[in-house]
């Protein structure tokens, strides 16, 4: 079977997936950061709500020139405004964010203004029209549409939320994901190894805590034997129970890898082989009389590791309802060493990234890249796409880096 390129197996799967419809939920707005929007969003007041100053400062009923002497009349503070008539020589003192009042045109910030020795209030400097006012609506007018269903909420638009008044939002339900390990050799973590040849289960803990960052509801499976029986039985009621089932191991053509048999019995494979180094096995998928969406991984930890970035994680978000996917993050960067690499599969190599004084992004590949090896990915910052079609690669070539967004500021 030929092997798929990497883009091409990605847009297969997100052209795949496709949300289906569950109830909503409702939510409190602190919460909603990193849900997805399941209402499109109205603006039902203006911001601002009124004119305001922009200044701790002096309002004035006209323009006021540099040298002129104003009366204080009253006060103007946040949520306490002036009551009171705009006067004729006249001035307010005025707050940040506090109403200006009817009849006043202008505001000087107090640096600007000076008291002298009657109580008067005298500018230093001219005060134009308009001068550190906020207009009502100047950012957001009513009814202006702020939002889409389908948005991936962030930290900032629960800002811009609250500030519209939205205390509660719609947002889409979790949905569930269930991970199973398969393999004879795996033992929990926390338990001893008893037996010659068992290692501990590494992949399920990994991808359960890589879906943390989703607004999925982690259903953990726990393992299953290599035998077809328990692999079909474990797939079967993954599939009753979740909308995505993620598995680890038994995907290659070893004695024990029933998973492709399985998976044919019981549903239907989408896709196989992957041109990507590590992880050319990548079985995508669907389970059951449900149509859960079914993901597996190969074995080997790495494989497992750059699966889930670049084929898995997206299609989550689209299973979630989102519909503005977030972009894929690249940049280019000069390699500081040598790289060996064989044409017909895309490379993905752990790599440190580094940012040089003068701006630029030099990457450095994390010694060994077999795809057992758990250390690297965990000292490294970022991935490498090394092109499918590419060979070896010099010290100073610039080539593609994926980093990781949680290694930077
Ligand atoms: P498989 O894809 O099942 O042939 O496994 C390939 C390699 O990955 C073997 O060395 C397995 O022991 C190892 N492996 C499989 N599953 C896990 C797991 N859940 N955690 C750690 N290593 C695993
Ligand atoms: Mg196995």
């Keep these: 079977m030929a092997l798929t390129p990497v883009a091409n197996l990605q847009k297969l799967i997100l052209d795949t997936v496709h949300h289906t419809f569950r109830q909503p939920e409702t939510i409190p707005v602190a919460q909603a950061a990193g849900r997805v929007l399941a209402q499109d969003i109205i603006s039902s007041l203006n911001v601002p709500a009124n004119n305001v100053s922009a200044m701790d400062g002096y309002a004035f009923p006209t323009v006021a020139a540099a040298g002129s002497a104003w009366r204080l009349a009253g006060e103007s503070a946040a949520g306490r405004p002036f009551t009171?008539?705009?006067?004729?020589?006249?001035?307010?003192?005025?707050?940040?964010?506090?109403?200006?009042?009817?009849?006043?045109?202008?505001?000087?910030?107090?640096?600007?203004?000076?008291?002298?020795?009657?109580?008067?209030?005298?500018?230093?400097?001219?005060?134009?029209?308009?001068?550190?006012?906020?207009?009502?609506?100047?950012?957001?007018?009513?009814?202006?549409?702020?939002?889409?269903?389908g948005r991936i909420l962030n930290h900032a638009d629960v800002l811009v939320l609250a500030s519209l008044g939205v205390g509660n939002v719609v947002v889409q339900p979790k949905i569930r994901v269930a991970v199973l390990s398969t393999g004879d050799e795996l033992v929990e973590p926390s338990n001893p190894i008893t037996e010659h040849g068992q290692i501990?289960?590494?992949?399920?803990?990994?991808?359960?805590?890589?879906?943390?960052?989703?607004?999925?509801?982690?259903?953990?499976?726990?393992?299953?034997?290599?035998?077809?029986?328990?692999?079909?039985?474990?797939?079967?009621?993954?599939?009753?129970?979740?909308?995505?089932?993620?598995?680890?191991?038994?995907?290659?053509?070893?004695?024990?890898?029933?998973?492709?048999?399985?998976?044919?019995?019981?549903?239907?494979?989408?896709?196989?082989?992957?041109?990507?180094?590590?992880?050319?096995?990548?079985?995508?998928?669907?389970?059951?009389?449900?149509?859960?969406?079914?993901?597996?991984?190969?074995?080997?930890?790495?494989?497992?590791?750059?699966?889930?970035?670049?084929?898995?994680?997206?299609?989550?978000?689209?299973?979630?309802?989102?519909?503005?996917?977030p972009q894929p993050f690249r940049i280019q960067a000069a390699l500081t060493a040598p790289v060996k690499k064989s044409a017909g599969r895309m490379d993905i190599q752990r790599a440190t990234l580094t940012r040089q004084a003068?701006?630029?992004?030099?990457?450095?590949?994390?010694?060994?890249?077999?795809?057992?090896?758990?250390?690297?990915?965990?000292?490294?910052?970022?991935?490498?796409?090394?092109?499918?079609?590419?060979?070896?690669?010099?010290?100073?070539?610039?080539?593609?880096v994926q980093p990781f967004a949680e290694r930077f500021l």
């Excluded at 000087?108 to 308009?130: F, R, S, Y």
């Design 200 to 325: 501990y289960d590494s992949n399920r803990h990994m991808l359960m805590s890589r879906l943390r960052d989703l607004p999925v509801e982690i259903v953990d499976m726990g393992k299953i034997e290599d035998n077809l029986e328990a692999v079909l039985s474990g797939l079967e009621h993954a599939a009753k129970t979740a909308d995505v089932v993620m598995t680890s191991g038994g995907v290659s053509v070893g004695d024990y890898d029933y998973l492709r048999l399985a998976v044919e019995k019981i549903g239907q494979i989408h896709h196989y082989k992957v041109a990507m180094k590590p992880g050319k096995p990548f079985v995508f998928g669907q389970l059951g009389e449900s149509q859960a969406w079914y993901f597996g991984l190969p074995g080997n930890p790495i494989s497992g590791y750059v699966g889930f970035d670049m084929f898995v994680k997206s299609a989550l978000w689209r299973l979630c309802g989102a519909s503005e996917m």
């Design 84 to 149: 009171g008539q705009p006067e004729n020589g006249a001035c307010i003192r005025i707050m940040t964010g506090a109403v200006v009042p009817t009849g006043f045109v202008a505001v000087a910030m107090q640096e600007n203004a000076e008291t002298d020795a009657q109580g008067n209030i005298v500018l230093t400097k001219d005060t134009p029209e308009g001068n550190n006012i906020r207009f009502a609506g100047e950012e957001i007018q009513r009814n202006q549409a702020i939002f889409q269903a």
């Design 358 to 400: 003068d701006g630029s992004w030099t990457v450095a590949p994390c010694g060994s890249q077999d795809s057992h090896r758990v250390l690297g990915v965990s000292q490294a910052n970022a991935f490498m796409l090394l092109a499918q079609e590419s060979g070896n690669l010099a010290a100073g070539d610039m080539v593609e």
